[in-house]
C-alpha cells in the first residue's frame, strides 16, 4: 500500500485549477500588454523566462509558478487584479490604483496652479 502524504487545503475556495489561473493570467497579460513580440519580451525581462515560456503565459495556456506569479504581479497590475480576485481578496482592488489616483491629481493640481498662475 502507497501511502499519500501530499497535504490538502481544506477549504476548498483555494483550490484553483492550473486552467483557471492560466487562462486569467493571459488574459491580464493580453489586456495590459496584447500579445505582440514586444509583450513577450517584456514578460522575459520581468521574469527572465525564455521565450517559449513567456508565450505559454501570455496565450493562457500554461499557469505561471509561485515565484514567477508573483513577479508577475508586481509589475502587472491586470495580474495583480487577478491574484487578488482569485484568492478571495478583491477589495483590495481599489488600494492599487490609488497611488496612480494620486499622482493625477498632483499633475492635474499643477496644471491649474500653472494656468490661474496660483502657487
Not at 486569467?24 to 514578460?43: C, F, H, I, N, Y
Request: aromatic letters at 2%; zero cysteines; hydrophobic letters at 45%.
Amino acid at each position: 500500500m502507497v501511502r499519500n502524504t501530499r497535504s490538502q487545503l481544506r477549504d476548498s475556495r483555494f483550490l484553483i485549477a492550473d486552467s483557471a489561473l492560466s487562462e486569467k493570467v493571459g488574459q491580464a497579460l493580453r489586456d495590459e500588454l496584447g500579445a505582440s513580440r514586444r509583450a513577450t519580451k517584456t514578460v522575459m525581462r520581468w521574469t527572465e523566462v525564455s521565450d517559449t515560456t513567456a508565450r505559454g503565459w501570455i496565450s493562457g495556456r500554461v499557469a505561471p509558478s509561485g515565484r514567477h506569479l508573483l513577479a508577475l504581479a508586481a509589475h502587472s497590475r491586470q495580474v495583480m487584479i487577478v491574484v487578488l480576485r482569485m484568492t478571495g481578496h478583491a477589495e483590495l482592488e481599489i488600494g492599487i490604483g490609488l497611488q496612480e489616483i494620486e499622482r493625477n491629481l498632483l499633475l492635474a493640481l499643477s496644471q491649474i496652479r500653472a494656468i490661474t498662475g496660483a502657487s
